[in-house]
């Protein structure tokens, strides 16, 4: 009996390297434990999913963000994202075109297996054909708008067949690395 949880064991290891290894080169090797990868193609595409979105703000104007261009920062262990928005409204006399960035860390929400944007950090606002002053007052009330309607937005959500080898290990998702080539979102035993 011993014998044969120790080859059912053995053999888990070996099949769960061998499903969780992706084919890098020698020296971008990530050490550590077995994780899963979210490229930076996928990321995009779920994105794009849940994109355009409008906010309004107070019957003046509503802001409508258009799906965001996303970038790496693997130093910082975040994403950037490059935002178009469009302002249009009774306070305006026309739509107008502008954009802003944003960076932001990732978090696993185990509830519904998603990845969620947060500890957000916005850059201005920037709209060049509206008047200094009102893009002032955007830029007073745009980021704390931005930031609550952005915070905890889900970027990807993981398919239950995703974490079928991790919850047969007794592995949960752990911490999320950015990468070059995309995000690694670590497997760690689950607490007894």
Sequence with gaps: MRRRFLFSAALCATLGRQAWAQPVEA???????PGYTVSTDVLQRSVAERFPMRY???GLLN???QSPRLSLLPEQNRLRAEMAVEAAGPALNRSH????????????????RTLRAHQLRIDRL?????QPSVVELL???GPALAEQSLREVVLHRLKPQDLRMADAMGMQPGPITVTREGLVIAFVLKPL
């Design 139 to 141: 830029n007073t009330y």
């Design 27 to 33: 020296d971008d090797r990530p050490s550590g434990p």
């Design 126 to 130: 920037r709209f060049p054909t509206l």
């Design 63 to 65: 802001l409508d963000l």
């Design 97 to 112: 075109r502008g954009s802003f960035d944003l960076d932001f860390a990732l978090r696993y929400e185990a509830s519904d």
């Design 56 to 58: 309004p703000v107070q």
